[in-house]
Nanobody, 121 residues
Framework: QVRLEESGGGLVQAGGSLRLSCAAS????????MGWFRQAPGKEREFVAG????????VYAVTVKGRLTISRDNAKNTVYLQMNSLKPEDTAVYYC??????????????WGKGTLVTVSL
């Protein structure tokens, strides 16, 4: 059983930056692909960014490419999401998830409880 805990969310002005962290415990972190997802009020949960087991490969949603960067430190069992040039439409609860298959939310095996990011004008 893998436990995931996000941190680093908060309120930021448009154009600002935040760094989210997700600490994993209870499993072998390096066995899992890690992803960040988000869910805005009234919307479905959507994929934001993903990283391979080794960290050598990353993938991003079109809406965040060039502004958000995912990384991981397998020695610290932690995955990060550096968020730059934030926009009001980035406002959402951000979740990290661990999986071994695709980046479809229903394919992810473990989820954190989420951290709220609010971007103001």
């Amino acid at each position: 059983q893998v436990r995931l805990e996000e941190s680093g969310g908060g309120l930021v002005q448009a154009g600002g930056s935040l760094r989210l962290s997700c600490a994993a415990s209870g499993g072998t972190f390096s066995e899992y692909r890690m992803g960040w997802f988000r869910q805005a009020p009234g919307k479905e949960r959507e994929f934001v960014a993903g990283i391979s087991r080794s960290g050598g490969s990353t993938v991003y949603a079109v809406t965040v490419k060039g502004r958000l960067t995912i990384s991981r430190d397998n020695a610290k069992n932690t995955v990060y999401l550096q968020m730059n040039s934030l926009k009001p439409e980035d406002t959402a609860v951000y979740y990290c998830a661990a999986g071994t298959m695709t980046w479809v939310p229903t394919d992810m095996a473990y989820w954190g409880k989420g951290t709220l990011v609010t971007v103001s004008l």
